[in-house]
Nanobody
Framework: QLQLVESGGGLVQPGGSLRLSCAAS????????IGWFRQAPGKEREGVSC????????NYADSVKGRFTISRDNAKNTVYLQMNSLKPEDTAVYYC?????????????????WGKGTLVTVSS
């Protein structure tokens, strides 16, 4: 069974940092572009960041550029999202998703595999 499992969420103060992990089981992530998406209460889901299968290409939403970094370790079958300088508006459930093709990840369409999400709360 193909599964993506997010971890690393929690409560953090404004200005703090968290690292989210997205681990795959049942399949190898080597051939997949991976994206992080988030959904805040009462808002639509939005794309945060994508990374190509090789890790050579990345993409970020304007709201997180310079603060978030996406990376992957294919040997560990895991993708990470390092989040620094967190703001209250970053509060959301964060999901990772996998697809074949970096452009599909960037557009947010055609993402067949999704995790169940991890909650990030930024509050003092």
């Amino acid at each position: 069974q193909l599964q993506l499992v997010e971890s690393g969420g929690g409560l953090v103060q404004p200005g703090g940092s968290l690292r989210l992990s997205c681990a795959a089981s049942g399949f190898t992530l080597d051939y997949y572009a991976i994206g992080w998406f988030r959904q805040a209460p009462g808002k639509e889901r939005e794309g945060v960041s994508c990374i190509s299968s090789s890790g050579g290409s990345t993409n970020y939403a304007d709201s997180v550029k310079g603060r978030f970094t996406i990376s992957r370790d294919n040997a560990k079958n895991t993708v990470y999202l390092q989040m620094n300088s967190l703001k209250p508006e970053d509060t959301a459930v964060y999901y990772c998703a996998a697809t074949l093709g970096f452009s599909r990840c960037v557009s947010g369409s055609g993402m067949p595999y999704w995790g169940k999400g991890t909650l990030v709360t930024v509050s003092s």
